[in-house]
């Protein structure tokens, strides 16, 4: 998801001057933003190498970290806004990490590829896993392990006790709200605890 | 282009209140610049040295070769910290054997060598004398300081110590204190100094000998412990000293007192090369300043609150096979940095290499320092 038109979408839900923590921040450049147009401050975190390279060049805040192995270097409710921006689909313990980011920010945003979005489901009903541009992988070498649904993820947070403030989808950077399930080819949640 | 260094030294007639209660006067201390202070004095960098290092930080002395410093991959001209932009400052810690007052020099207080008598230094008390240098070279506050190791450990003590002096503290395979198992280290290599019958309670200076033996030991443990079994096996393997002509393994010596493998013979020429130049007293002090440096300790062993008083940003680097100073401990100073809302970011580098690659060179490593201390040029002015 870099493209601008969606990071700008998601730029739009955080509050100007929120302390952010940016969970898989890749490069950066969502943080930058937020910095530079919203007065927000905060933390990327990132595992990759040249990830923590690019932001450290940005001069956004990094800190190298493995997000399977959870967020007990922060502390609870230290964060207005903690993202989850193409993150959750990648992680290992995703319900885990759910829980963890409404327990360190206030108000948790999660962006995640929708499986359910009409393309993708055409193609199942072909017989093959999707490949499209939003997920532009093989079956055998994609980085998301954890292949959900808009709908999926409003039963996970139920079922985790989190609150959904408001959820919707987004597709070509305009806000999804009729059917998002169906028609949006990224869902966004934002919860609290 | 190599960079030629020149070595200085300070002298400090007024006594330095040191942590124990006692005081240093009339002592000096050793340094090299690299680079030009800019008008304003506002791109110093004040490099803190570890255990066995020095003032020499960077570049060579004229006609000698080989005589790069303990940082030279680091620090010079288009490097890392790039001593075209900033000005480098190294310092000899008091109590150190490369030129800085040390055990091995006249107390003036008896008229006597030091020796054993030598105050106890601790990581603050060397921030103190390394601030007192900055005074007389007029230097008020700092771009960066940085370290490695026990000098990871005094750039974090500077941050505590005078936050209005530091703009950035670089942190580099350090710790916020160090564990038993590292004091254990520490005292398996003490005794084995102090227990040499020719360290002589210290004094050793008068009676014309070196307690070689301890220093060796001393140094042999610490070796081991700035490495990685894996970078260990893959240098020496279980490879015999003896190799046979058509590069084969040699048979056993069946000898238990002669070096029979490859780690063995490396290690004693560790321990001899070691011996030749350092001080026992030197290793005793500076161990010691290691075991001492807690800053959580008066704060009930709450480092958050500790570290409250830090207002500079931070760049903090670990190695994930540095056992020594493990990224744990590094994690620990990011938490607590956290906690009290300060600019921090934190590389944790996949180098096999253990302790002993905070001094290599490894790309993402470098990469990232480098790109820190651009943004630090950019706040200074040219």
Known sequence: MSDHTTMHAIAKLVPEGARVLDLGCGDGALLAHLQNTRGCTGYGVEIADANVLACVKRGVNVIQLNLDEGLSMFADASFDVVLQIDTLQHLRNAEVMLRETVRVGRVGIVAFPNFAHWPNRLSVLKGRMPVTRRLPYQWYDTPNIRVGTHADLAVLALRSGLKVLDSFGLQEGRTVRFAPNLLAGTSVYRLSR | ?382
Not at chain 2, 72 to 95: A, C, E, H, R
Not at chain 2, 204 to 224: D, N, Q, W
Not at chain 2, 241 to 251: K, L, V, Y
Not at chain 2, 337 to 359: C, Q
């Open chain 2, 1 to 382: 282009m190599k960079m030629f260094s020149i070595p200085q030294s300070m002298h400090f007639a007024a006594a330095l209140p040191l942590q124990s209660g006692e005081a240093l006067r009339d002592y000096s201390l050793s340094f090299e610049t690299y680079g030009r202070l800019n008008a304003d004095k506002s791109n110093a960098v004040l490099i803190c040295h570890a255990l066995n290092a020095s003032h020499h930080v960077a570049g060579v002395y004229e006609g000698q070769d080989k005589s790069e410093g303990w940082w030279d991959n680091m620090i010079g001209p288009g490097k890392s910290l790039d001593t075209n932009k900033f000005f480098v400052i190294g310092v000899n810690n008091l109590g150190s054997c490369f030129g800085s007052t040390g055990p091995m020099h006249i107390n003036p207080d008896s008229g006597r060598v030091y020796g054993v008598d030598f105050p106890v230094v601790t990581v603050e008390d060397w921030v103190n004398a390394q601030a007192r240098l900055l005074d007389a070279l007029g230097i008020e506050v700092l771009a960066a300081v940085m370290g490695g190791s026990l000098g990871g450990m005094q750039a974090l003590s500077w941050a505590l110590q005078y936050p209005n002096r530091v703009r950035h503290a670089v942190v580099v395979a350090s710790a916020p204190n160090l564990t038993a198992e590292n004091i254990a280290f520490n005292e398996v290599a003490r005794r084995a100094i102090t227990t040499d019958p020719d360290f002589h309670g210290g004094h050793f200076y008068e009676h014309g000998t070196v307690p070689k033996r301890g220093l060796r030991i001393a140094r042999m443990i610490g070796h081991i412990t700035y490495l990685s079994d894996d970078v260990m096996n893959e240098k020496f393997g279980r490879h015999l000293r003896a190799a046979s002509h058509d590069g084969n393994q040699g048979a056993y010596l069946y000898s238990t007192l002669e070096a029979e493998f490859q780690i063995e013979s490396y290690l004693r020429y560790q321990g001899d090369k070691f011996a030749e130049y350092f001080d026992a007293n030197t290793y005793l002090l500076i161990t010691r300043a290691l075991d001492y440096f807690d800053p959580a300790r008066t704060y009930g062993g709450d480092l958050s609150h500790a570290l409250a008083r830090a207002t500079c940003k931070f760049l903090l680097v670990s190695f994930t096979t540095d056992w020594r100073f493990s990224p744990k401990r590094s994690r620990e100073i990011v938490k607590a940095l956290l906690d009290n809302k300060r600019d921090v970011s934190y590389a944790e580098i996949d180098a096999p290499h253990g302790h002993d690659a905070f001094l290599l060179d490894d790309p993402r490593y470098m990469g990232v320092v480098s790109s820190y201390f651009d943004s630090v040029a950019k706040e200074v002015t040219a």
